[in-house]
């Protein structure tokens, strides 16, 4: 469960809303009784992709950052290096061996270096792709990056609280971003978190995003999830229904085999089915 804020209120994480939606009874087990989890080797897994998935994102930022300098740099180290080298210099006479003038030993670098840094923005360009974003989409946050922390939102007047595990910019709206790397399908409870993020963006960003994003599975197939009344509606519902439970209310459990087999607190839960129970 997450902290209180000064009056008094609990500050419910978007993660909590995910797993909420999945069984109240599994939520309360694990968030609000503090019950010892299971700790299973795909949660560890999914850690290490996202690890990985956090990288390869923060390199093609580095890869677009640095090669746009390196552009610059190289160029106009080739220019100073014919203006101060005459074609009698030695070193330059090797260098230049077959090449007479200044002019096209200018063309010469510069196209070839041209050449490089094509070649490394399209390789910089894939692997914007292959983290599952758009080349129109303008990275301002990710989890795990030097280059653009994540931002962690905390909002007193909701009662709500999350760190999204990217954020970018189109147009004028901020727009969370979840990633899923073992997820097979779209889930409820993905959404259900996004969805919290998208009111804790316009709170702190100052717009409320049309959408948001999940990437799912390793291949980070893009889901885009609209932000709309009906969804919203759906989360206040959910978030009403904890709170009570927080003041003391009972929790209902939501059981279904294959949902209890994965709960990694269902040795604590009397109401757990087994795949028997089918």
Known sequence: MATLSPDGRHIIAAGEVGAFSVCPLSWKLKWVDKETSKVEASVELGKDLHKSWASVFEESLLLNKWIRYLAVLVCTAAVVFLLIHSPEDPLSGIFFVSVRSHGLQLIVLVAATLLVIRSFMKAARTRHRDSGFALSQIAVAIE??????????????????????????????????????????LRDRYVAQLLVYMRLVEEFEGAKPPHGYLLLGPKCRRVKV?????????????IREMRLILDGSEATAQPHPSKCAKCDVRHRCPSRLDSSSR
Do not use: C, H, T
């Open 144 to 185: 795990g990056s030097s280059i653009l922390p994540s931002r962690e939102y905390i909002s007193a007047a909701q009662g709500l609280a999350g760190k999204p595990d990217a954020l970018v910019k189109e147009e004028e709206f901020f727009l969370p971003v979840e990633r899923k790397p073992l997820a097979k399908k």
């Open 226 to 238: 609209q932000n709309s009344p009906q969804k919203q509606q759906w989360i206040d519902s959910m």
